[in-house]
């Protein structure tokens, strides 16, 4: 590891921006939606939760219409 220059350092406490995007999502949403409509929702599903403190493991997610049409 030193040859290579590696560190290994504790990571600091989450600051994730999770609670943002939430409310930016649901902003969205209520804008260009209609009451009844389907939606589809994709995750990247990049990251495994189970062993980690934190749940979130990003928020990479896309959504579209029932016809693929995406916001």
Do not use: C, W
């Amino acid at each position: 590891m030193k040859e290579l220059d590696l560190q290994i350092v504790e990571k600091g406490q989450d600051q994730s921006d999770i609670l943002q995007k939430i409310h930016e999502l649901s902003q969205t949403l209520e804008r260009n939606t209609k009451p009844h409509q389907h939606l589809l929702a994709y995750t990247d599903g990049s990251t495994e939760t189970g062993m980690r403190k934190s749940k979130n493991s990003g928020y990479g997610i896309r959504i579209t219409t029932d016809t693929h049409t995406h916001f």
